[in-house]
C-alpha cells in the first residue's frame, strides 16, 4: 500500500509551498485517480511517492519500489522495445536468454508479440506507451505511478490502452496511482478519484467510484459523476 | 550491388565539385595570371604525386601522419572521454574544470608547438602532445553538451530502472549523449590532424622528418610549387578518407538507428 501522511514541500526558496499537508492513502490492490488543475502538484506528488523527491515534512510509506510512467514513455531511442525491457531486468539474476525470453513474455502480454526488435521510433505512440508499461511490469514492481501516460494519444488508443490497464492492474494485483487532466479518463479507471487544488496543492475532494469493470466512458454513470467532480474542478480553478 | 549503386550516387556530388574545382584551376592556368611555377598546372601536380610515388615517399609519407594523427586521436579519446563525464555528472569538477576546458578549446594548438618543441624535442612525444592538446578540450567539450542534452525524462526512467554509477554511464548517459559525443569526435578529429600538420611543418627535423607535412617543408624549401599542392592534396584525401571512412558511416548508423533524420 501507499501512505502519505501531512506532505509538505517547497522548491527553490518559493514562498507557497508546492503540496501543504497532503495525506492519501492508497490500499494493497487500489487503484486511485488524481485530478486536478495545471500546477497544484500532481506530478510532484508521485515523484515524492516514488522517492525521487524528498518531502520536508511529512511521512511516505510505499510498500514496493514503484515505478514510473510519464506522458513521455521515455524509452531508450538505441535499443529495440526488448532490450528496452531487458534493461529493467538487470539486477533480477537472470542469463541474458531469460532476460530475453521474460521480456518477449511481457510484451507479448501488452500485445506487442512481433514488434520485439523494433526500436521507439519505429513504434507508435500507444506501442511505445505499452512498452513503458512492459518495461514498469519487469521491474516487478507492485506500484505504478503513472503521470498522464495517455494524454498524447488518440482517442481510440486511450480506450484501448484503458481496458488493457484495467485488465493488468486486476490480473498482476498491482496498486496504481494514475494522474490526468481528463476526469472521464480518471473516473473510468479509479476505484476512487481525488481531486487536488493549487496555490498550495493539497487534496479537497474524493470521489468513491462503485461502478463495476469493464466501464464504458460513454454511460450515463460515468458522464454523471464526470460532470460532479468538473464542476468541483472548476470552482478550484476559477472560484465560481 | 545496392550499396555500391548508394556509394556511387553519394560520390557523384563530390566528383563533380572537385572536376568544377580542377577545370577553374586550369582555367587559371591558361590565363597565365601567374607563371608556373607560382601556379602549377594539375597536370604537374599529378605528376609531383606520381614522382612521390615512385620515388617511394608517397604511402610512406602517408602511413607515418595517418598513424600519428590516428593513435593521438585514440589517445585523446581515452582522456577525454572520463574527463567530459566527470565534468558533465560532477558539479564540483565542472565548476573549475569546464572553465578550462573552453578556454584550451579556443587556443589555436599550433601555439603550443614552440613550447612542446623546447620542453620535448623534436620527437613524437612533442606531436602527441600537440594532438591532445588540440583534441582532448573539443571531445570533452561536445561530451558535456551532449549530456546536458539528454531530457530529464530519460534521467528519471534510469532512476526509475535502478541504473545507477557506471552501469548508468554504460547502458544509459553514453548513448544517450552519443550524437553529441560523434560531433565532438569528427572536431577532435579535425583538431588533431590540423595540429598534426602544425606539428610537422613546424618540427619537421629528428624523429618527425617523415611525413605529409615534411612533403611541404621539402617543397617550400626547394621552391617546388608543384611538391608543395602534391602536399595540400594528400593532407586533403587523408582527412576526407578518415571523415568519408570513419566518421560518415558511424554518423548514419547512430542517427538511423534513432530514427534522426540523416543528411
Redesign the interface.
Known sequence: MISLSNITIAFGGQSMPVLAGVSLAVEEGGFVSVVGASGCGKSTLLNVIAGLEKPHAGSVNVESRPSLIFQDPALFAWLSARDNVVLALHDKGLRRADQRNEADRLLSLMGLAGEENKRPHELSGGMRQRVAMARAIARGSRVLLMDEPFSALDAITRDVLHDELVTLWKEHGLTIVFVTHNVREAVTLGQRVVLMAARPGRVVAEWRIDEAYPRDPSSDYVHVVERDITGALKKEVVGV | MSRLRSFAAAAKPFALGMGAVVIVWQAIVWSKVKPTSQIPSPAMVADALGGLWSDGVLLSSVWNSLHRGVLGFLMSILIATPLGLAVAMVRGVRSFVRPVLSALQQLPSVSWVPISIVLFGTTSTTVYAIILLGAVPSIANSLVSGVDLI?P??W??A?????GGL?SVR??VL??A?PGYLTGLEQGWAFAWRSLMAAELIASTGDLGSGLGNILTVGRNSQDMSLMLAGVALVLACGLLVEKAGFSPLRRR?LS???LAVV
Open positions: 531530457p525524462t530519460q528519471r526512467a532512476s526509475m530502472l535502478g541504473l552501469r547502458r544509459v548513448p544517450a552519443m547512430v538507428s534513432r530514427g
